[in-house]
């Protein structure tokens, strides 16, 4: 076990130098210029020397290979560097966003879970029954419907709804107060977002559920454990769920890291000062500082996220354990 | 329907009539209190006004800041009429040929940390904008070119003095990027320290910003303008996309937003809220231009230039692109509402502002096919953002389909559009765009000047190039006019070197409770906040 997992661990350098390699040299293959959308970006004038100025203060005078030097050394020096358009240090800007984006995936995960379990099972238990198509419906629709413009009808709904009741329109707020110093107002806010891509992720996950249960429940010793006799809630509670959670868990884990970085659409639906909005930032200005570090905390979280799931592998399944 | 279609009405009433008659926000007597809650799109990159270009740092920043002078903002639509905020009585009248103005500096006027303004604090903010040591960016340097020092007679005075007398001095000195900053500040911390720190004069002083998300600034108690601000504070709030802020003054989670909305925003807020919306409008001071690549085939060619102008029916274009975009006005090279535009009866003797569209078409036709290009084929590069880059865009493509060319468009996100624009040079015809805040024609004209260095239609045009200097040499305006006339003539009709489309039009709907703020012709002015306050 202990060797399956430093097996594991020593895998995560080359993945993530190799992300550093990657991002580094092809966003510098997009055409643009911070200093010309910073200075010209209005229309104005800006003076070629001015340009000249802004990209020296950058950096970005610099030789490629140089730049892509103190891009790695910033690593060694835990100094991830500024941001090109704000100034602020790159680990300011992201610690300010990071918790609001953990929260949101937090909380969409556990709407899906919550959501995409029970009905996978049911699903899969009541398969070909007036239940299972219902659920089937269910999770076709939250697939085939983007988050983004689920969002956008939650808050419509919100507006004309409350503005029919009430008389006077209500929203969720915009503006973000962390959990423990608002948790009326923090859940208030979060919650929609959390409902609106939660419900595309159990989507996902409730037919991944309903697959796998299905596939388990025809295996031998599924049957055996019939034969014996045992009570059908023990068989698929502590039997069949257990082996058949393997690729859920697989899709849950993936879909969380997606959710910490890639919210890019639904975070600006619901004016979320989150990670996925500064993504969009960076890149619509050229901030390539930025948007390499964001591209590689995504990928750093994808990495950690592969390695606990590979944990809980080992868990699941005893032939990971013993090999 | 109906119901909503007489609020709407009833509103647009309303709010226009307090755009327009604009005495009876000032008949109502100021309450103090609240706090103002505004949406921005967008991001600061920085606080520093001398080396900044976007709204989205005026509209956060401006409130903490003082000018030497700046529009009225009790009358911002008039393009000349600037009074003053830290010099003293009316805005100077200039001396020895137009040469030299003295400026008399307000005193008993303090920083936010407490130190006391002097004429020193104004000479080292212009010689930081006008005179940046080696090294020192300042993105408007070039509006005072004409500038040959700025001394300091004594404590509380100021004496600009010109290479040459120019028009252009006094707006350009209102220009609300021009923040005045401490000496002691400079002195002490540097040219950058701006960049990330504020002390101003300004109505309101800097409490927190928490980056992506909001700015807040409390009521100044020291502010130099009797009475005022009325707010208790404000709050900057970070919106990102346009539906959201259009949803968050729906909502009342916002109270406005200041760049603008697209009409159909405006009758929406209207229709949901009634009279609890306010809307004001203006002429804006933005165009929307086509430059034609010169360097390439065929657009070297004016006649093809001339088909590209004839081909676009502006005038029905206002009509129904100002129902869905923020365009409006047909207008020539100058801001359609000041004293040196031109009239529509001027403008109708331009190729391209006929009110015969046919005529015209058959016009364009005509060139084409005696410059060897019938059906000619192009690729319009544009921005992608829809208002009203896309939207007129596609407007223009529609036009000149129906002169028989064949055009397609190629969209592209803001860094690679500027990218192609500015460097590549390689499209064959580009939207573009000319945004200024104060009026000031004989500076924004230079747009159309193939020197200019916002120009890239990669053109030189030694006569347009006279004409302009002689517009400069000028001291009679109603020379100034006629060769304002004789230059857009050339520059928009003879040459075709860029198209004019429409002129941009600002579209304001927020909560009715917000009063005392009036529309300028620009999104960058009047956003002080000294004289906002919440009828609440």
């Given at each position: 076990?202990?060797?399956?997992?430093?097996?594991?661990?020593?895998?995560?350098?080359?993945?993530?130098?190799?992300?550093?390699?990657?991002?580094?040299?092809?966003?510098?293959?997009?055409?643009?210029?911070?200093?010309?959308?910073?200075?010209?970006?209005?229309?104005?004038?800006?003076?070629?020397?001015?340009?000249?100025?802004?990209?020296?203060?950058?950096?970005?005078?610099?030789?490629?290979?140089?730049?892509?030097?103190?891009?790695?050394?910033?690593?060694?020096?835990?100094?991830?560097?500024?941001?090109?358009?704000?100034?602020?240090?790159?680990?300011?800007?992201?610690?300010?966003?990071?918790?609001?984006?953990?929260?949101?995936?937090?909380?969409?995960?556990?709407?899906?879970?919550?959501?995409?379990?029970?009905?996978?099972?049911i699903s899969a238990v009541k398969q070909n029954t007036w239940i299972d198509y219902v659920v089937r419906a269910f999770s076709i629709a939250g697939i085939a419907m983007?988050?983004?413009?689920?969002?956008?009808?939650?808050?419509?709904?919100?507006?004309?709804?409350?503005?029919?009741?009430?008389?006077?329109?209500?929203?969720?707020?915009?503006?973000?107060?962390?959990?423990?110093?608002?948790?009326?107002?923090?859940?208030?806010?979060?919650?929609?977002?959390?409902?609106?891509?939660?419900?595309?992720?159990?989507?996902?996950?409730?037919?991944?559920?309903?697959?796998?249960?299905?596939?388990?429940?025809?295996?031998?010793?599924?049957?055996?454990?019939?034969?014996?006799?045992?009570?059908?809630?023990?068989?698929?509670?502590?039997?069949?769920?257990?082996?058949?959670?393997?690729?859920?868990?697989?899709?849950?884990?993936?879909?969380?890291?997606?959710?910490?970085?890639?919210?890019?659409?639904?975070?600006?639906?619901?004016?979320?000062?989150?990670?996925?909005?500064?993504?969009?930032?960076?890149?619509?200005?050229?901030?390539?500082?930025?948007?390499?570090?964001?591209?590689?905390?995504?990928?750093?979280?994808?990495?950690?996220?592969?390695?606990?799931?590979?944990?809980?592998?080992?868990?699941?399944?005893?032939?990971?354990?013993?090999? | 329907?109906?119901?909503?279609?007489?609020?709407?009405?009833?509103?647009?009433?309303?709010?226009?009539?307090?755009?327009?008659?604009?005495?009876?926000?000032?008949?109502?007597?100021?309450?103090?209190?609240?706090?103002?809650?505004?949406?921005?799109?967008?991001?600061?990159?920085?606080?520093?006004?001398?080396?900044?270009?976007?709204?989205?740092?005026?509209?956060?920043?401006?409130?903490?800041?003082?000018?030497?002078?700046?529009?009225?903002?009790?009358?911002?639509?008039?393009?000349?009429?600037?009074?003053?905020?830290?010099?003293?009585?009316?805005?100077?009248?200039?001396?020895?040929?137009?040469?030299?103005?003295?400026?008399?500096?307000?005193?008993?006027?303090?920083?936010?940390?407490?130190?006391?303004?002097?004429?020193?604090?104004?000479?080292?903010?212009?010689d930081k904008i006008i005179f940046p040591p080696e090294g020192v960016a300042s993105a408007r340097k070039s509006f005072f070119k004409a500038v040959e020092s700025v001394?300091?007679?004594?404590?509380?005075?100021?004496?600009?003095?010109?290479?040459?007398?120019?028009?252009?001095?006094?707006?350009?000195?209102?220009?609300?990027?021009?923040?005045?900053?401490?000496?002691?500040?400079?002195?002490?911390?540097?040219?950058?320290?701006?960049?990330?720190?504020?002390?101003?004069?300004?109505?309101?002083?800097?409490?927190?910003?928490?980056?992506?998300?909001?700015?807040?600034?409390?009521?100044?108690?020291?502010?130099?303008?009797?009475?005022?601000?009325?707010?208790?504070?404000?709050?900057?709030?970070?919106?990102?996309?346009?539906?959201?802020?259009?949803?968050?003054?729906?909502?009342?989670?916002?109270?406005?937003?200041?760049?603008?909305?697209?009409?159909?925003?405006?009758?929406?807020?209207?229709?949901?809220?009634?009279?609890?919306?306010?809307?004001?409008?203006?002429?804006?001071?933005?165009?929307?231009?086509?430059?034609?690549?010169?360097?390439?085939?065929?657009?070297?060619?004016?006649?093809?230039?001339?088909?590209?102008?004839?081909?676009?029916?502006?005038?029905?274009?206002?009509?129904?692109?100002?129902?869905?975009?923020?365009?409006?006005?047909?207008?020539?090279?100058?801001?359609?509402?000041?004293?040196?535009?031109?009239?529509?009866?001027?403008?109708?003797?331009?190729?391209?502002?006929?009110?015969?569209?046919?005529?015209?078409?058959?016009?364009?036709?005509?060139?084409?096919?005696?410059?060897?290009?019938?059906?000619?084929?192009?690729?319009?590069?544009?921005?992608?953002?829809?208002?009203?880059?896309?939207?007129?865009?596609?407007?223009?493509?529609?036009?000149?389909?129906?002169?028989?060319?064949?055009?397609?468009?190629?969209?592209?996100?803001?860094?690679?559009?500027?990218?192609?624009?500015?460097?590549?040079?390689?499209?064959?015809?580009?939207?573009?765009?000319?945004?200024?805040?104060?009026?000031?024609?004989?500076?924004?004209?230079?747009?159309?000047?193939?020197?200019?260095?916002?120009?890239?239609?990669?053109?030189?045009?030694?006569?347009?190039?006279?004409?302009?200097?002689?517009?400069?040499?000028?001291?009679?305006?109603?020379?100034?006019?006629?060769?304002?006339?004789?230059?857009?003539?050339?520059?928009?009709?003879?040459?075709?070197?860029?198209?004019?489309?429409?002129?941009?039009?600002?579209?304001?709907?927020?909560?009715?409770?917000?009063?005392?703020?009036?529309?300028?012709?620009?999104?960058?002015?009047?956003?002080?906040?000294?004289?906002?306050?919440?009828?609440?």
């Amino acid at each position: 076990m202990v060797k399956y997992l430093l097996k594991r661990l020593m895998l995560l350098i080359p993945t993530l130098l190799g992300a550093a390699v990657l991002v580094f040299f092809l966003l510098r293959l997009v055409p643009g210029d911070v200093c010309e959308i910073r200075l010209a970006g209005t229309g104005l004038y800006a003076d070629p020397a001015e340009i000249a100025l802004c990209r020296k203060d950058l950096g970005l005078d610099q030789p490629i290979m140089l730049q892509f030097f103190h891009f790695i050394w910033g690593y060694f020096t835990l100094d991830l560097g500024k941001s090109m358009w704000t100034g602020a240090p790159i680990t300011h800007e992201i610690s300010l966003r990071f918790h609001l984006s953990l929260q949101v995936a937090i909380m969409a995960t556990t709407v899906a879970i919550v959501i995409a379990i029970p009905f996978g099972i049911i699903s899969a238990v009541k398969q070909n029954t007036w239940i299972d198509y219902v659920v089937r419906a269910f999770s076709i629709a939250g697939i085939a419907m983007p988050s983004f413009w689920l969002g956008i009808l939650i808050i419509l709904g919100l507006l004309i709804g409350t503005q029919a009741v009430f008389g006077e329109p209500w929203m969720p707020p915009i503006e973000f107060k962390p959990i423990w110093e608002d948790p009326v107002w923090n859940l208030s806010q979060l919650i929609w977002p959390a409902v609106a891509t939660g419900y595309r992720y159990s989507a996902v996950a409730t037919r991944m559920t309903r697959s796998a249960l299905l596939e388990v429940l025809r295996e031998d010793y599924v049957r055996t454990a019939r034969a014996k006799g045992l009570p059908e809630k023990i068989i698929i509670n502590r039997h069949a769920l257990k082996n058949a959670l393997l690729p859920v868990v697989t899709i849950i884990a993936i879909e969380f890291a997606f959710l910490m970085g890639g919210l890019v659409v639904t975070e600006q639906v619901f004016n979320l000062n989150g990670l996925g909005r500064l993504f969009v930032e960076s890149v619509g200005a050229q901030d390539f500082n930025m948007t390499q570090q964001l591209v590689m905390l995504v990928v750093l979280i994808f990495v950690i996220t592969n390695f606990l799931v590979d944990i809980m592998y080992a868990w699941l399944d005893p032939r990971i354990r013993y090999s | 329907m109906s119901n909503a279609i007489a609020k709407l009405a009833v509103a647009l009433a309303v709010g226009a009539g307090l755009a327009l008659g604009a005495g009876s926000a000032n008949a109502e007597t100021p309450k103090y209190g609240g706090i103002l809650k505004f949406v921005v799109p967008g991001k600061a990159p920085s606080y520093d006004g001398h080396i900044e270009t976007t709204y989205a740092m005026v509209h956060r920043v401006r409130p903490f800041y003082s000018l030497l002078i700046r529009v009225n903002p009790d009358n911002p639509s008039d393009p000349s009429d600037f009074v003053c905020d830290l010099c003293v009585g009316d805005v100077p009248k200039p001396t020895e040929g137009g040469t030299k103005y003295t400026f008399q500096i307000q005193q008993g006027v303090k920083f936010h940390d407490g130190t006391p303004l002097t004429s020193a604090d104004i000479k080292a903010t212009y010689d930081k904008i006008i005179f940046p040591p080696e090294g020192v960016a300042s993105a408007r340097k070039s509006f005072f070119k004409a500038v040959e020092s700025v001394t300091t007679p004594d404590d509380f005075t100021v004496v600009f003095k010109l290479k040459f007398p120019t028009g252009s001095f006094i707006p350009a000195l209102a220009t609300p990027f021009n923040f005045v900053y401490s000496k002691k500040d400079l002195d002490e911390h540097g040219y950058t320290w701006h960049k990330s720190h504020i002390n101003g004069t300004g109505a309101f002083k800097f409490v927190e910003h928490q980056k992506g998300a909001f700015l807040e600034g409390v009521k100044n108690p020291d502010y130099h303008i009797k009475g005022r601000p009325y707010l208790d504070g404000f709050r900057a709030i970070t919106s990102a996309k346009m539906a959201l802020s259009i949803q968050a003054i729906r909502g009342d989670r916002a109270s406005i937003e200041f760049r603008g909305f697209p009409p159909k925003a405006r009758d929406d807020l209207v229709a949901a809220l009634g009279d609890k919306i306010t809307v004001q409008e203006s002429d804006w001071n933005c165009v929307l231009l086509a430059t034609p690549n010169h360097k390439k085939k065929p657009f070297d060619d004016a006649r093809v230039r001339q088909a590209l102008t004839l081909g676009l029916d502006r005038w029905s274009g206002s009509k129904y692109l100002s129902k869905i975009a923020i365009v409006k006005t047909v207008g020539g090279v100058v801001f359609p509402k000041h004293k040196f535009a031109a009239t529509q009866e001027e403008l109708e003797k331009l190729k391209g502002y006929g009110t015969d569209i046919n005529a015209s078409r058959a016009e364009a036709q005509k060139l084409l096919k005696e410059a060897g290009v019938p059906g000619l084929k192009f690729t319009l590069h544009n921005r992608g953002v829809d208002q009203p880059y896309k939207v007129v865009g596609t407007w223009m493509i529609d036009q000149w389909k129906k002169t028989g060319m064949d055009v397609d468009q190629q969209v592209n996100p803001t860094p690679v559009f500027y990218d192609v624009l500015r460097k590549k040079k390689t499209f064959d015809v580009s939207l573009d765009f000319n945004c200024q805040s104060v009026i000031n024609p004989i500076a924004d004209i230079t747009k159309f000047l193939g020197s200019s260095g916002n120009n890239y239609g990669s053109y030189t045009d030694q006569p347009l190039e006279d004409i302009y200097n002689n517009i400069l040499k000028s001291g009679d305006e109603a020379e100034q006019r006629r060769l304002i006339r004789d230059y857009e003539t050339r520059a928009l009709s003879d040459q075709a070197h860029l198209l004019i489309s429409l002129w941009w039009y600002k579209i304001n709907p927020y909560r009715s409770y917000v009063k005392g703020w009036k529309i300028a012709p620009s999104h960058y002015l009047n956003q002080h906040l000294d004289n906002v306050w919440l009828d609440q």
